[in-house]
Each structure stands twice: as structure tokens, then as C-alpha cells.
């Protein structure tokens, strides 16, 4: 259903906070704090890992000796409180507590000095097959990563790789925790892109078979689908740029090197969703043309069809006047006369259509 | 109505004073001054905070304790005389006065060393449901801002949380007072733009239905206004960006924080804006394609219709003719050939239709 | 007459100087030199204003006080003479007369050290109501400004200003009698641009009632004129923002502040004039799609027409041969059933277009 | 001929030298060599000016003295040893003269310290009067200036300003001789695009009377001289961009205020070939309008003609029909009857349309 | 067949690695290694050149004296091993790794300090005529450059330049190889664009004849495959404007004059595929028109005859009726009279249409 389709981008500048609510109100308004909110805390050195669901945010920040990196992870609906609590503990500014509520923000990267807050966005087909985005917010300290996210387990692989893989990542500190969680978003989008390909060629092997209305819906809902994902991508690129450039000490070097690949990979999917989307209007022009041309050749039959009918007609119904004197209807000649003159006619107006190129 | 409707953006010209009058004159031209203009001075510090309506201009800038914010709010059209006041009173540039006066200046901030001068726009539904804007001036000097508004009781907000809410606004300084309003006059630009959408969906589920005249003409007043909002939001971000980037003295390290928040949001209308500019084109576009495409599903029945039709009553004409001598009509087998002959003229051209997958 | 309307733009290129002429070459080309040129010396200083008509340029350097700013104001056509004394007077540079008489000039700012020479556009409608621009070329010097125009009283609020108003002008220098000028030079945009607001307007209620042949027609002088305009203004902002930026010693401080004025006034006027385009943009493509429209709704009652009885007058006709043997005819009951036919074909039709949803 | 129109613009791309060929190869390709090319030398000082025409590159670089500056001026389709002898005698690079024999180079400057490369495009109409361009490449040194043009006559007005005018060119440099080269190429636009405005004008007289199939094929032709143009001429808008910008030594400071007049000629160029597009695609919008407006004019006289008729030929059919038992066609009151009906049927449908304001 | 075209594009973002995979994991995924790689070292120096064919990459490194030059050629699809064991001897970085593997990079250039990576696109006709474009892979190190491509023999020009020609080549170091590489692979583009020329050109002459389902679908697949010529060309541009301007010590003064030269010949590739698109669109743009021209033209004709018939068939018919009381069918006047009324009809409509301008 398109309209529902559309819901993703036409929903997308909702805000929770009440117009002349005071700046860093951290207020999730009307909507219904429903799903329960899971807190797990996973901590690691090169040595191991070790992985905690916790109740309540007061045990988040306690002992946190300096050598292991801290992931705070927290999925589904963070409720005031938890919040309100988490901005305790970690020093964060009211204001990105906003924006964590808010979760309809662009992707950015603010730089706190102590801490980054970065917003990213996840692609997401909800249960009507629909493509939405969710948010998922990071706080990157010195040696903690609090992530939230409205959603549950798109970041499990992240998970994975710290607790089995024992990769480079744990080797790393926060900086690449955070680059991991990043670079495993923005993998979500390739699949994403790759079914709306997908959908662009079976429109396209659809079309040639004839123009339905339901194609035109389609083209229509890929369209819409690829204006979300441009919008959401767009600033993801200004962010990721904004991380490599910033002299921001949070970031070390090494760490760059991969988010330079990062924002490799945003500019690709930038790249594909300009090309779709020039796809799509080329389709879309194509059968334009397609339909004024199936018209026009509607419309020649038609002609064709009138133009040598509608003279014979008019001979024939003038013979079939019932005029007391008409000389030609007793005349022996008559009859032979006007089949001679009718196929004269036709013979002419087939030669003028045939000269037009009509047929 | 939409003349009516679009009279925001082609008003959005005027100017009061005339051609070659000299530059820096207060005059407000043919506009009839008739709403009374109303003028309150708030003044706080942490400790306490007090409203007085004040008569003339004159005692604005009596009495003033450096320790102390003051917000001089004037409501209404402010006539030439009180203006002239105001402007000697703080020291303001009749440049800026002029601009006061001549109610549809863009968005911008100018620099006075002393104070900065501010314009910003806020969006208003005037009696006939049309989006109109108006304009807020602020004047921002070190402990006193200054805002002449038109309307009445959109900066109410602000006044309240001075007053009663006690909170971060009442221990700093006049740049977060000016902050506040800016905040409060975009947070209005959210409900608008959130009922342009509704608008939107509504447009599209009606047009499921099928096109109808007012529908287009809904669409173009769709259109109209985000072109309002686009041409309004835009300089509103370079003002803003110029209050974070400027060396500006007024303006504390602390209230740039909020101000980045406010710059976000502005950033937020405007990717909105587009987005709903571009699927009010693609409504728009799909319409069209509807329309043409319907008109060739009628034109083909049309088709079907008239050509089957045709070479059947040209037959039946023909042997209407009343020659003497035409043996077929005496012929016994003359009725039924005919018959057969049309049938196979219908059946002939049944065919062809369903292979050209007319029918 | 349109075409007489885009002479505007379609000759906004010519050149007067011949192709290979060498360059700095003052030649006024094929046009006729018929209007008288008018020279006239304003000169003040705080204390009192003096204006006098002078015959031959040699006059117009001589006895110049250093505490007086000078405007020598040449209206109407100057000829080459006048010219070449001017530059020889004022030691202007050859390339700079070239384009004094090349009255197509984009705006423009050169700052040569001892003068600037500035180029600004004038709108005007001439005789058959058509919009054109006419060249203001200023050489600004330490203590003069030379003025050329070829129209005649548009820069005449100036000369009052200075006879009679007394203001800042008169304690002022040079270059705020050359911000004077151009301040009222732009200030003549507005009226031009609320005048197409106008006409865009009126177009708009006409178009309500339907749509004629001239309303496309005047719709295009719209969009043409708008062109125009844009054309004219877009090099305005950069001529005077060079003015802003530069480090002209020429341009005092004090005036800076009036030009960013200037400035933001260009900027509107841009402003407006994208926004009208856009609207008229908008107006035509609504207006086409109102063409197809009325195209299909017209074609509607023409199928709904003709399908309904072509295959009635079928049977009709049918029944109109004159075969000897048609049993059907002699029949008690052959007329009543073909009627009882006729309308049910009529009916089934009938209904199959309501479902269509045609009728 | 259209597509030999369009020849200009489709083989812009073409190169000489083969794919994997080494860089710097000198070679002319597939085209013939039949032109003969044409060596003048001229050379001058402000006291004296000769020109010789020499046979072999060889003698082109003896005997010169450091006070004349010399101008090698090669006419036609120089042939690849001539080239390498060029580049030996003047120590020119091999990729220059690799550009200068594939002469489809955009403009451009290149700096290679001792000489300057310039290419620049002169604008031709060939002998089928189509438009296209001609590569001049020019090498600029401290004494010296080598211009190689296929063509052959263009720059006669500049040798003949040396030898006959005496004016600055003598004075100057080789650098000012540049100059004077680049600004009679440029020069040539002028007429090109008068030229192209006529044929605007000329078209917009015609389409008032009627759209013809060649007025749309002769818009195209407009539209790719137009394009071929912007092509040409944007590139070179940058090219004496960087002239003005480089540090080079090569440019004089006197020489640098001329070429800025070269530059707002190639901006005015930019500026009048981008109105034309726009006015040509305003011309193209405008008449493809005036054809769907037209279209329903016509659709809407079949619809009324159809409309009004079918009935009434229905129901003379009707009673055309030959059932022995038709009560009205016996009766006394049949005839008026029908007549009276056909009446009121004619008149309902013309009542009907005039209220759809169709008649 | 237009799908398998479009291929190119649709598939120009899919990603070998999966979905959370750890970054820089070098991972084929599920495509088939199936042709086997060919792995050649090319080793020079000013006196000699020598080729070798390896067998596995252990040896890739051994034996490398420092004033030769060395070329490690891998053709066809890597295995993961052989990657693998590259990176070892050359010490390269992983992400540099991964993106070799998946084939589908835009160009880029990175610099790792002791080496550069450079990815760029061979464009390529497949089996089926459809454009495609290559991976070609560079590490460009000290004295060795490995190039690796997934074809076969695009490079063989290089190879024979080295090995045979002993021009410039063997004189300079691995950034000199490299460039020749770059510039041999930007080479292969100018073949494909002129081949689209050539189609461009031939479509068009088809047109004049008339407008067919195929031409539009050609149109669609030129559009199409400049889409992907753009998506390629734009990075590449920017990825040699990177090898320019970066500070990267592998890349020596002389061979940066040659690589000014590929950049422009990439601009030169840039201009022509966007000149090719606005062609391409104003083809389609031009034949749009030209149906709806000639829509337009059948439609005239049929109103025409159907205009001038319908009455007189109407006539006709009516008398035709069977009424017994009609005074005009026994008045001998009554058959004359009716043929003149018919007469004046058809006259007064054929002047009608006349004044119309419809025949």
C-alpha cells in the first residue's frame, strides 16, 4: 500500500518535544513507552570479555577500571529515567539527550570535548515490507561506548566479533569499537539497495510487456524509497567526513584509516542511489512515451478505420433515400455504378493513408 | 482560495518606503496604522524576575541595573515615532529601523559592534487558513534584548518560562534570552510542516480514488507553500550559521552549544521541505501519467467500439440501398451470406484487437 | 506584441565595437547619434550645494576645491568627443570608455586605483510597455563622481537629495553619493517586480475562468521578462559584494555598512525573482495539465456518445435492408424485440461506463 | 541537413592518436594531409615591423634579436615533421604538440615555465553554413609567440594592425600580442551568436502563424549550436581565469587589466548563450503547448460534431427500418413527431455544450 | 536486450563481502573462481627488460635489486590465498585487499605512505555487445607496481612498449609505469564514446524516417550506458586530480606534467559524455514532440471526414425513414433540393476548415 509506503519519509520530522518546551527537554511526549528497554554491558581487553545484562542504569558506570573498553548497549525504547540517569553518569549534555529521544535526527557527529555523539541511521523493512530507517545513537568516550537503539539486533554481529572473534577489535579501543558499530550499519544498506535494483529490473522486464497501472504504482513507491534513502545517506556522508577531519583526540590514527573506507562505502551508496534514481525517471519517461505512443497508434486505426468507412456509409445511405424520383435507382447501371465509385473511394483513401505511412 | 493563498509569496516584495527615498528612512508608507502597539519590559536576574507594561519609549532604558537581563517586548505595529525612540534610547543604526519597518526582510544577522540585529520569520495561518509569515526583530546588545514582533502571542512561551519556570534561562545572560525566542520562533516551523504532510497524504489517498480538478489545484497550493517555507527556511540557516561562525563578542561559548541545536533543526526543516517539494513533483508527475494514461484506456474503447461498428453498419447501409436491381437482396441465400459476413468481419476484427491486446 | 517584448534579452549581446577592432577602441558603431547628451556639475559640501549646466567637457575639471565632492552628471547619448575629453579630464582608462559606450554591459565593479568604475543596470519600461534595462556607468574618484546615463531623470531624487534634503549626503564623500546612486538605481527594481507580481496574479484569475490562447502567450512575456531580470541582478550581488570585500581604499568604512544594505536588497530582489519564476513555472505546468484535462474529459463524452450508439444505429440499419426475405421483419413481435434489444445494449453500455466511472 | 548540423558537436572527442599509443606521440592518424600549410614570420619592435614568408620550420628560430618580438604564424594542416622541427627549434614539450595535432582540445593554459600553451576554438561556419570550431594553439615566450590555426584568414586583423596601425601592439610585448590574438578569437563570437538570436527571432515570427515540422527541426538545430557554444566557450571562461590568477612571469601587470576585459567578454558570451537555451527551451515548451492546445481545439469540434449527430442519425435510422407493423410510421403525427424530437435532442446537446463552454 | 544492458549498472554495488563481516576480511563470497590467474613479473631498467611468467607469489618478491623496476601482473580472478600471500610481500593493508576483491570500487586513489593504491575502470564491450566496466587494481611502491585485473589483455600495450619500444618508459621509475598504465586504460574509453556517437548519429537519421518502438528502446540504452561512462569517469577525475595535488613523494615532478595530461583528457571524456546526455534527451525530447506532431496530424484528418460526413450521412438517413407521410419524398423538387442542401453542408464545413488551417 503506497501511502503507507510513504509513512518513512513523510513522518520523518516529527519531534517528541512540544513546541516551546525548553531547550534539552528530554520528554518523549505522546507516544506510548510500550517495548521494555534491554541494557547489556559487555566489557573487553585483548585478554577477554565478558558480557552483562544490568536492571538499572545506576550499575552502568561502576567499576570501570581504565584498561578495558566499556560497551553499554541499550535496545528498545529507553524510557525518561533511564536517560535522565545515563546523562548522570556519563556527563552528557541535555541537549544530545534531546536528540536521543528525538529519533527522527539526521545522521551527525557533535564533539562534547570529553566525549563524540553520533547519530546514524539504520535501513529497516518493517512488517509491511516497507523500508524505514531506525536511529541508533553513540556516545564515544575515552574507553565506553553507549549505543542506543530503538531496535533490537542489528548489532549483534558487533557483539559476536567482540565476544568469539577476538579480532583486531579487541585489541582496539573505543575509537574502533565505534568505527565497527558504524561500518556495520552502513552495511545494512547494501542489501537494502541491492532489492530495490531488484525491483527496478523486474518493473523493467514488466514493462515490456505492456503498461499496467501497477507498474506505475511501483515505479512510484522505488522512487519514494530511493528519496528516503538518499536523505538518510546524504548527511551520513557530511558525518563521517566530519570524524575524519575533526582534530578530535578521541579518533586516533589508525582508526581513521578504516573510517576513510567507511565514507568509501557512503559515497558508493550515494553514488548507486543518484544512478537508481536517474533509473527510475528514465523508466518512467520511457513509458510516458510508451503510452503516448500506443495512443497515437490507437488513435491511426481509429482514423483509418473512420476515414474509409464513414464516406462509403454516406453513399450507401444516400441510396437508401426514399425519394419517389431518383433517377439512378431504376437505371440498370445504377447498381454496378456505385459499387465502382465505392471502391474508387476506399482504393484513394487506403492510397493516401498508405502514402501518410499510416498503415 | 488560492489567489488568496499565494498572496504570501507574491507579497513578499514590498517595500514601504519609496523608490529614492533616502537610505536609513523610517517611514512606514500607505499601510494604515491601526492595531496598538504594546510594549513590556521583563526584567531578571537568578534571583528574581518582573513584568511591567510600560506606555511610552521614553522610560525604556531608564533604571537599568548592569546586573540584571532586560527584554524589552514590543507587540504590534509599532508606529515611526516610537521606533525613532527605541533607535535613539539603545543607539540603533536607522538601517536597521528601516528594516524593522518594512515588515518582509529575509532572515539574517547583522553585527553593530554594540548589538547585533537579528531578523527571523515566523509562520503564521492567517483567518482564511493561508500559511503567511511574520516578522521578529531582535535587537541583542550586552543586558537587554530588544524584540518588536507584529503579531501578538507567539514569543508567549518564553515570557512564561522567565517567570515561572525559573530555569537555565534565568542564569544567563541575554544571548541565551535571545536563543530562547529563536528557538521558540523556529519550533513553530515543526506543526506547519507536519500539516503540509498530513495535507500530502490526504491528496494521495483522494487521488487513489481518481483526479479530480480540485485536487491539482490542492497540489499546487501544496506547492506554493513549501515554496514559502523553502524561501524562508534557507536564509534562516546562513543567519544562524553567521551567529556560530562570527567572532561575535555578545554571543558566550556556552549558549553557541544551543545554538548548533537550533542550526540542526533548521537544517531538519529544510531537508523536510525538499523532500516534500519532491514528492509533490512526483504527485504531481504521477497524476499527469494517470491522466494520459486513463485518456488512452478511454480513447480505446472508443477504437474498439467504432471499428467493429463501422464496417458493419456500412454493410447493412449497403444493402439499404434501394436499387431495382440489386440480386442479392432477392437472392433467398442473400440474407444469411450477409449475417455470416458480418460475423466474420466482427470476429476478424475481435481478433486483431485481442492480439494488439486492445480488449 | 511578444516579440517586440524579448528584444530585451535577444539583443542584450550586441556589440557596438567591430569585430578585430583593437581593443580600448571608442567607437559607437553603426547606431545613430541623435539625442542631445546634457552635462551638468553638481557640487557640496556640508555647507552649501551648487548645480550648473556646462557645455563642453573642458570644463569640467577645472577650479575643483579639494573640500568639495563633485558629480558631474552626463545624461543622454555622449559622443566620442565628449568621451575621449572625459577620460583625457579624468585620466580614465580606454577599456573602461569601451565600455561606457558598449551600453550591454553586465554589472560590474574595476577598481583602478584611482577610481572605480562601477556598472549598474536600470530597469525601464519602455514606450510599448516593454521591459528593458538601460547602463548607469560611474567612474568614483577621491572627491568625484562621474555619472553616465543614457536615459534621463531616474538619478534625479539624488540631485534633490543633495540641492535641497540637506541629509548625510551632503557631510559625506564620494563614495556615499555613489552608494546614493546605486541604492536608488536598485531601488527601481521593486516597483518593476511588483508589477509582474501583478500581472502573475491577474494571469492566475483569468486562467480560473479557462484557458486562451493569450493567457500562454503572456505567461511566456512573464517568464521572459523574469529572465531578464535575473540575468540583470545576478551580476549586481557580485558587483556589489566586490564592492564589500575589496580593500578599496576608496570605500570608507562608514559606507560599508550602507552597501551591505544594498546588498541585502540585491539579495531579495534575487530572491523574488526565483520565486516568481518558479510560480510561473508552476502556473504553466498546471495550466498544461489543465489542457489534458479538459483534452480527456472531452474525449470521455465523445466515447461515451459514440459507443453507446454506433452499435444501436448498427441494428437499426441492420433492419434497414431491404432483403426479400428477412423473416424477422414480417414478424408481429420483430419490432418490439429489437426495441426491447436496442435497449438493453443502451443499458449494458450505460453501466459498463459507471463502473468505468465515466459518467 | 540536421544531422550534418550536429557533426560539429558528436566527433568533438575524436583523437589522432591511437588507443596505447606512448604519450607524446606525434601523430596526425587517419586524415589526410592535403592542405598545404602556410609560415609567415613576423616580427617587430616599435620602430619597425617586416613579415616574410619562409619555406622550412629550420630557418624559423635564426637570427633573433632580443629586441624585436617575433610571431611564427602557421596557416593550414601543418605536417608532423614540421611540428617536431617546431618543437626542436623552441624546446617545446611533446604533449603540447601532441595537442596541437589533435585538434579537438578544450581551451585551455598550461605553464611550462619558459612558454605558455594556450588553445583557444574559433567559432566557423562551414561551407554548408553550420556551425563548428577551429583549434588555434598559441605558444607565448619572453620574445616570441607561435600560433599554429588550421583555418587560415582569422587573424589577419591582428598581423594587419602590426604592420599598418602602430598602435600599443608595437609597444608591448609578446605577451600583449597574446592577448590581441585571444581577443579577435574572441571577438568572432560575437557575430556566431547575433546570428543565433536572429534565427530565434526569425522562428518566433514564424511559430505566431503555425507550428511546421521544420520550425521544430530548425529549435533543434539551435539548441545544439547553442550547446556546441556553452561547450566551447566555459571552457575558456577558466582558461583566462588562470591567466589572470598564475603567478606567471610571462604576463605583464599592463597586460593583466586587458585581459580581465577579455574575461568579462567571455562571461557576457556565457551569459547570453545560457538566456538562449533557456529562451529556446521556453520556445520548444511554448509551442509544444501550442500543439496539445491545438489538438483539443480540434478533438473538441469532432466531439461536438459527433455528439450532436449520432443521435439524430440513430433515430432516422430507427425509422428506416423496414418491420411491416411500426404504428408510428403510419400515423398521421409520426413525421412532425420525430423532426420535433430530433429538435429537442439537437438542442439539448448544444445547451450542454455551451454550458461545458465548448461552443 | 535491453535488461541485460542495463546490468552494468544495476549490479555496479554489489558487495562480495557480507553483512557484518569483519572490515578488510578478504572474502570472495559466493561468485564462482572459476578462470584461473596468470601472474607475470616484468622487470627493466635503461639497459634491458625482462618478463617472466610465476607460478605462485611466494617467489612475487625475491630477488628484487633496487635500480630495476619491477611489474607484477595478475590477470584474471585472484584466489583468496594469493591475495593473501601479496599483502605479505608487499605488506599491504587489508581494506586495500578487500576492495580488490570486491570489483565493483569507484576509482580512488589512497595513499599508505610507502605505497599508493589506485583503483580504476576499464570500460568493456561483453559477448553481448552491452557495455561493462573493469577493476583495474594498482599498488604503486618504490620500484615495483602490481596491477591486477580481472581481464585479460587490456594492458598488453604497456607490456610491449617495456619489453620492445624502450622509449621514455625505461628511462623512468614505477610512477612513470603507472602513469602509462592509467593513460593506456583512459585511452580505451575514447573507442567506446565515439562507437556511441556513431549510434547517437545513427538513430537520429533513422528518426527522420519515422518513429519506431525500437528506436526509443536504443535511445533508452544509449542513455543508459552514458549513465555508467559518468558514474566512472566522475571519480576518476577526482582520483588523478588526488595523484596531482597530493604531496605524495612516489609521484615525481615529471611525471606530474604527464599526468596533467590524462586529467585533461578525463575532463575532455566528462564534456563529451555530458554533451552526449543532453543530446541523447534532446533526441528523445525532439521525437516526443514529433508524435504528439503527428497525434496531432491524424486527428485533424479524422475530424476532418468525420465532420463533413456525419451530417450528410445524417441527412441521408433521414430520408430514408419509412414514415408514410412525407410530402418532400413525393415532390419532384425534393431529390434535387436535398443534393444541393448536402452540397452547400459540405462546402460551408470545407471552408470552415479551411479558415482553421486543417487542410
Redesign the interface.
Known amino acids: 500500500m503506497?501511502?503507507a509506503q510513504?509513512k518513512g519519509?513523510?513522518?520523518?520530522?516529527?519531534?517528541a518535544t512540544g513546541?516551546?518546551?525548553?531547550?534539552?527537554t528530554i520528554d518523549r511526549g505522546p507516544e506510548p513507552i510500550s517495548s521494555q528497554c534491554r541494557i547489556t554491558r559487555i566489557s573487553f581487553n585483548i585478554e577477554n570479555a565478558e558480557e552483562e545484562v544490568i536492571d538499572t542504569v545506576g550499575e552502568l558506570n561502576e567499576d570501570v577500571p581504565a584498561d578495558r573498553v566499556y560497551w553499554f548497549r541499550l535496545e528498545g525504547t529507553v524510557n525518561t529515567d533511564t536517560l535522565q540517569q545515563l546523562g548522570d553518569a556519563f556527563g552528557l549534555?541535555p541537549?544530545a539527550l534531546?536528540?536521543v529521544v528525538n529519533t527522527?535526527?539526521?545522521c551527525?557527529v557533535?564533539d562534547y570535548d570529553e566525549y563524540l555523539f553520533i547519530v546514524i541511521r539504520l535501513p529497516v523493512c518493517d512488517a509491511g515490507g516497507n523500508l524505514t530507517t531506525e536511529q541508533v545513537s553513540l556516545f564515544v568516550g575515552d574507553n565506553f561506548v553507549v549505543s542506543i537503539h530503538e531496535g533490537s539486533n542489528a548489532l549483534d554481529?558487533?557483539r559476536e566479533?567482540i565476544l568469539w572473534?577476538r579480532?583486531?577489535?579487541r585489541e582496539l579501543k573505543s575509537d574502533y569499537l565505534a568505527?565497527?558499530i558504524l561500518?556495520?550499519v552502513i552495511?545494512?544498506y547494501?542489501?537494502v539497495?541491492?532489492e530495490i535494483?531488484n525491483r527496478?529490473?523486474s518493473i523493467?522486464?514488466l514493462l515490456?510487456g505492456?503498461?499496467a497501472?501497477s507498474h506505475?504504482l511501483e515505479i512510484?513507491n522505488v522512487?519514494?524509497d530511493l528519496?528516503l534513502l538518499r536523505?538518510t545517506i546524504w548527511?551520513q556522508r557530511e558525518a563521517i567526513a566530519a570524524l575524519l577531519r575533526d582534530d578530535c583526540k578521541l579518533i586516533h590514527e589508525s582508526t581513521r584509516?578504516?573510517l576513510?573506507?567507511c565514507y568509501?562505502h557512503t559515497?558508493?551508496?550515494m553514488?548507486?542511489t543518484e544512478?537508481y534514481r536517474?533509473?527510475c525517471a528514465?523508466l518512467?519517461?520511457?513509458h510516458?512515451?510508451?503510452?503516448?505512443?500506443?495512443?497515437?497508434e490507437?488513435?491511426?486505426?481509429?482514423?483509418v478505420?473512420?476515414?474509409l468507412?464513414?464516406?462509403?456509409?454516406?453513399i450507401?445511405?444516400?441510396?437508401?433515400?426514399?425519394?419517389?424520383?431518383?433517377p439512378?435507382?431504376?437505371s440498370?447501371f445504377?447498381?454496378p455504378t456505385?459499387i465502382l465509385v465505392m471502391a474508387s473511394v476506399a482504393s484513394a483513401f487506403l492510397l493516401f493513408f498508405r502514402r501518410r505511412?499510416?498503415i
Chains 1, 2, 3, 4, 5 share one sequence.
Open positions: 503506497p501511502p510513504k519519509v513523510l513522518h520523518g520530522f516529527r519531534r513546541v516551546g518546551a525548553a531547550p534539552g549534555h541537549l534531546e536528540d527522527h535526527q539526521r551527525k557533535e554481529p558487533v566479533r572473534a579480532g583486531r577489535i568505527y565497527t561500518d556495520t552495511d545494512n547494501f542489501p539497495i541491492e535494483g527496478l529490473n523493467d522486464e515490456e505492456g503498461f497501472q506505475r512510484r522512487r519514494s528519496l536523505k548527511p584509516t578504516y576513510r573506507d568509501d559515497i558508493q551508496l553514488d548507486v544512478t536517474e533509473l528514465d518512467r519517461d520511457f510516458l512515451a510508451d503510452i503516448s505512443y500506443r495512443s497515437s490507437v488513435m491511426k486505426t481509429l482514423t478505420i473512420a476515414t468507412f464513414m464516406p462509403l456509409s454516406f450507401a445511405s444516400f441510396y437508401g433515400m426514399n425519394f419517389k424520383r431518383m439512378e435507382l431504376s440498370s445504377g447498381y456505385v505511412g499510416w
